[in-house]
């Protein structure tokens, strides 16, 4: 790896819930970027560039809403540029604030952003949008059915149950009850989860994210400037992304590059993390993953894509308890995005968390003596990917 | 503390230009009830739904190659959640890989009883051969045509 190394110093999150009447888009912003100056001890003055995070305009209703944020962000007379990949728009934005420090280019970026899923009423409405009008919008596709089918893919290739999916749901929560800013912190049972109402099969309500508000801002800062300033920093050591192509008919029948039960494209992205970070083993070398899981039966292909289990396995290990908080290799100790779903944001809670867990900040929650901590985001029709290694 | 809110709505219409592939895809579904992929010279694989252009050999399609009404499902799910100006539930839609493509076409699964989730799942278990049924009337639309399963 060439370049300056980037470390993180200052990390904000706000206490995610369904919704926040008392704040607009703008204010969630500050909140979150309030926490982590604070948080790294320095002052909007010290900042050279701000990245905002944020997803498709539409959940939140303003058209290019970054601009808004410009005064909350501290972004005049600055360097400002809004990253959107979807759901994964909160790690990628990291990326960009991480390449513009190993370029040489800043010392200190703040990346920041904020969402307000429910406003709108109905995200699934709005995420319909993002199919090709061409072929696909007539049909009733969003979020939640391209992973339902997804999940009827691995079902059939590697014989996953809707009781294995439930088992994902109650190790989240579990965690989530540990976790003062996740939305759901309700532990739950498998018997509650199989019980709740089927959404589209296979995935119930207990199986599916919920739509939070909040914001999340971190402060990223070259080796040089965190040494001169003696401060406490975590590393962000290895960085990576990968895309997919458009289709999802793509990804099955004859001759596929991807199937739509695996995340390829995502295991791709965390093999890039992996070699830059100079891991070779992650099921040793890792200690905790925050990936990216919207819905139960996508924390599976994460996890395996993410190099933590083989593909297929990882529904039996997480019935012996590999996964959960004291097992072989937590996944998702903060809860996950089953238990908080701000769009915009959550890829970069994953780093938030991640980076958290290795700087033994993790509190309730935290995963002893983790050192080297995996994060993931999984944007668009499961399409763009990012992976980030966080290192004490 | 009162905390207000501000009701907007976004209302708007687009004419999208569905470009020479697309346009005598739908053309031929609307006029002659028949389907369509396009190939890849390079990989020899035949695209359906058809583009100029491969996604994988990134090189321009060139033939057109006929494919269905026969075809197997790849992908299914059933939604019984009701989204806003989206279809009253229940119904079953997913992908099917037509005979004669190599990539998956989506449309829905009609005239399955849909009432118990577990069953019906099992109706559309994936490799379930299928066949393509058209509207009567037809406009040049992914909605012109669906699937049933097949004997």
């Known amino acids: ?392 | 503390m009162e905390l207000m809110t501000r009701v907007e709505r976004w209302d708007i219409t687009y004419r999208h230009a569905l470009g020479e592939t697309a346009s005598w895809f739908f053309a031929q579904i609307r006029d002659r009830k028949q389907i369509y992929g396009r190939r890849d010279p390079k990989s020899g694989r035949v695209l359906c739904p058809p583009r100029a252009f491969s996604d994988q050999t990134l090189q321009p399609t060139n033939e057109w190659v006929p494919v269905g009404p026969r075809g197997k499902i790849e992908c299914f799910t059933i939604v019984y959640e009701p989204f806003k100006d989206l279809p009253e539930p229940p119904y079953a839609f997913g992908y099917v890989l037509l005979e004669g493509a190599d990539t998956a076409i989506g449309g829905y699964f009609k005239g399955v009883d849909l009432s118990d989730g577990a069953v019906a799942a099992t109706r559309l278990a994936i490799g379930t051969p299928v066949m393509t049924q058209f509207a009567e009337h037809r406009t040049g639309d992914v909605l012109d045509f669906w699937f049933t399963v097949a004997k």
Not at chain 1, 30 to 55: F, I, N, P, Q
Not at chain 1, 173 to 179: C, G, I, S, Y
């Open chain 1, 1 to 392: 790896m060439s370049g300056t190394r980037v470390g993180i110093i200052g990390i904000g999150q706000s206490e995610f819930k369904a919704k926040r009447p008392d704040a607009n888009y703008p204010e969630l912003v500050r909140e979150a970027v309030t926490l982590a100056l604070g948080d790294g001890g320095l002052g909007l003055d010290e900042v050279e560039a701000v990245v905002c995070s944020l997803a498709p305009d539409a959940l939140l209703g303003i058209g290019n809403a970054e601009r808004l944020a410009v005064d909350a962000v501290g972004a005049r007379n600055k360097r400002l540029m809004r990253i959107n990949t979807g759901g994964s728009t909160g790690i990628s934005a990291l990326a960009a604030g991480h390449a513009h420090i190993a370029a040489g280019v800043c010392d200190v970026v703040l990346v920041a952003g904020a969402d307000k899923v429910g406003e709108c009423g109905d995200s699934q409405t709005i995420l319909n949008k993002i199919w090709d009008p061409t072929y696909e919008r007539s049909l009733p596709l969003g979020t939640i059915t391209m992973l339902a089918m997804s999940a009827t893919r691995y079902m059939h290739k590697y014989g996953m149950t809707e009781q294995d999916m439930a088992r994902v749901v109650v190790k989240n929560r579990e965690h989530a009850a540990l976790n003062p800013k996740a939305h759901l912190r309700a532990r739950t049972s498998i018997d509650e989860v199989m019980a709740s109402r089927m959404i589209s099969w296979p995935i119930k309500l207990f199986d599916a994210c919920p739509q939070s508000s909040g914001g999340c801002a971190m402060v990223l800062a070259s080796e040089s400037y965190i040494r001169a300033r003696r401060r406490e920093a975590v590393w962000m050591t290895g960085v990576g992304s990968s895309a997919e192509s458009y289709y999802i008919g793509d990804r099955m029948g004859n001759g596929y590059a991807a199937d739509h039960a695996d995340a390829q494209a995502l295991g791709e992205a965390c093999q890039r993390a992996y070699r830059m970070a100079g891991i070779s083993d992650p099921a040793q070398q890792i200690d905790v993953g925050e990936l990216y899981a919207p819905f139960s039966n996508t924390e599976f292909h994460s996890i395996e894509a993410a190099g933590l289990a083989d593909r297929g396995h990882s529904p039996a290990l997480l019935k012996e308890g590999w996964f959960r908080l004291g097992g072989r290799t937590p996944v998702n100790p903060s809860g996950g995005v089953l238990c908080s779903n701000p769009i915009a944001v959550t890829a970069m809670v994953r780093v938030a968390e991640a980076a958290l867990q290795v700087w033994n900040r993790a509190g309730a929650h935290q995963v002893k003596g983790a050192r080297r901590a995996i994060a993931s985001g999984n944007g668009g029709d499961h399409q763009l990917f990012g992976a980030v290694v966080v290192e004490a």
